[in-house]
Structure formats: structure tokens, C-alpha cells
């Protein structure tokens, strides 16, 4: 039921380019994305619904294909300050708010 | 606005010790759950709840007790303490909805030894 994440980790330079994957077995209602910073809790970076609906940061992009129950997050022209932990998290269609996260994606970004 | 209070923020129990991490949110929110954060893992949900007095089991529930008396107010119980559950573990709250994000308590250290 756990949501697979891909990569496992991710090394960039700053200002290059990165996709984080997101899919799962099940149909999906909703899809969430959060970034953590190391020793610090999980932060909301954005929700797509099935449908179409999205709800987030203005400068993250994501995408959501209902048909492949997969989902992407693009971080371009990547900052220093994207370092972290990505979580993508899945609610089942027919799930009662049940949020399950994948194991998440190391984000290092360097100068 | 506190938004979700964990406490403690760090604990070490001894194997077979009980105790109870205490989660409080003043968003009113009707959502809460508990996960648990091993490396490697990912976010593994143990207990939720979808309002007063309702509960349910996640994942990884075995080792642990939930109750949900009030809104604001979720207590996750170790019954008996083992090694395997040290790690580090978030209180959730959300509100009623599909498209609602979950706000995340500031964690806690747990150690069993």
C-alpha cells in the first residue's frame, strides 16, 4: 500500500534541473508532496486531487496521471535551500483521509 | 496559535516500560494520526483518527494505543517498550477534507535500551 518513490537520492549542482517520482498499485484520490529538512518536521509543499484540482507553493510544479496512479514533482533551477527529504503521500479512492507515505527521495543540492 | 505540540521532544525508556506521548493541536481539526520515522522507511502511520472517539489502526499499529476523548488531544501509549520501536515519531492533524494538508508536531526522539 506504501507509495514507491524514485530516485532514492538525488545529487545536483544549484540552478540544474530534477523530477521525483511518485506511484502506486492503488487508485488514488489525492496525492501530497513534503519536504523535510534534517532534524526538523515535514512541510507542506503541495496537494494534486484527482480531477485536476492542485493546491500549493506557487514556485513547485507537479503533475498527476490518474490513469498510471503516478505522480511528479519538478524542482527546476534548484536552490540550495531545496536540500532535504521528499515525501510524496497517497490517499486511496474510498480511503477514509488516509494518508500513507512513500519512503522518500534525498535531495542534495551544491553549490 | 501553537498549531501541533508534541511532548516530549526526547525520551529514553528501558525495554518494558510504558509511557505516553502526548500530541495536542489547537486548529480544531478533526484529523489526527500518528507515524513513526525510521530511516529507510519513510512516514509509517500507526494510529489514526477521523474525530472524538473514533480510531482506527494504520500500518504499523501493533506495540501501541490510541484514544481520542477530545478534538484537540491525541495520546499515543507504548504498552511495553521494545528496542525496535525507537525512532522518531510525528503527531499529524488535519482538517475534514480530501484536499487538506497535514501539519506536522516537531517529533519525538524515542530510545528504548
Known amino acids: 500500500q506504501q507509495p514507491v518513490q524514485s530516485p532514492q537520492a538525488v545529487i545536483l549542482r544549484e540552478g540544474e534541473d530534477a523530477v521525483i517520482n511518485c506511484s502506486s498499485s492503488k487508485a488514488l484520490y489525492s496525492v501530497h508532496w513534503y519536504r523535510q529538512k534534517h532534524g526538523e518536521a515535514p512541510i507542506f509543499l503541495m496537494i494534486?486531487?484527482?480531477?485536476?484540482e492542485q493546491k500549493g507553493h506557487d514556485k513547485i510544479s507537479a503533475s498527476f496521471n490518474e490513469k498510471k496512479q503516478q505522480s511528479s514533482l519538478y524542482l527546476t533551477a534548484s536552490q540550495l535551500s531545496y536540500s532535504g527529504t521528499y515525501f510524496c503521500?497517497?490517499?486511496?479512492?474510498?480511503?477514509?483521509?488516509?494518508?500513507?507515505f512513500g519512503a522518500g527521495t534525498r535531495l542534495a543540492v551544491h553549490p | 496559535n501553537a498549531g501541533v505540540t508534541q511532548t516530549p521532544k526526547f525520551q529514553v525508556l528501558k525495554t518494558g516500560q510504558s509511557m505516553t506521548l502526548q500530541c495536542a493541536q489547537d486548529m480544531n481539526h478533526e484529523y489526527m494520526s500518528w507515524y513513526r520515522q525510521d530511516p529507510g522507511m519513510g512516514l509509517r502511520l500507526i494510529h489514526y483518527?477521523?474525530?472524538?472517539?473514533?480510531?482506527d489502526q494504520g500500518e504499523v499499529p501493533n506495540g501501541y494505543n490510541v484514544s481520542r476523548s477530545t478534538t484537540e488531544d491525541f495520546p499515543l501509549r507504548l504498552l511495553s517498550a521494545a528496542p525496535s520501536q525507537t525512532s522518531v515519531y510525528f503527531c499529524?492533524?488535519?482538517?475534514?477534507?480530501?484536499?487538506?494538508?497535514?501539519?506536522f508536531g516537531q517529533g519525538t526522539r524515542l530510545t528504548v535500551v
Open positions: 483518527s477521523v474525530g472524538a472517539g473514533i480510531t
Open positions: 494534486l486531487l484527482k480531477g485536476g
Open positions: 499529524v492533524s488535519r482538517e475534514q477534507g480530501w484536499d487538506t494538508e497535514a501539519f
Open positions: 503521500g497517497t490517499e486511496l479512492s474510498g480511503g477514509y483521509n488516509k494518508l500513507i
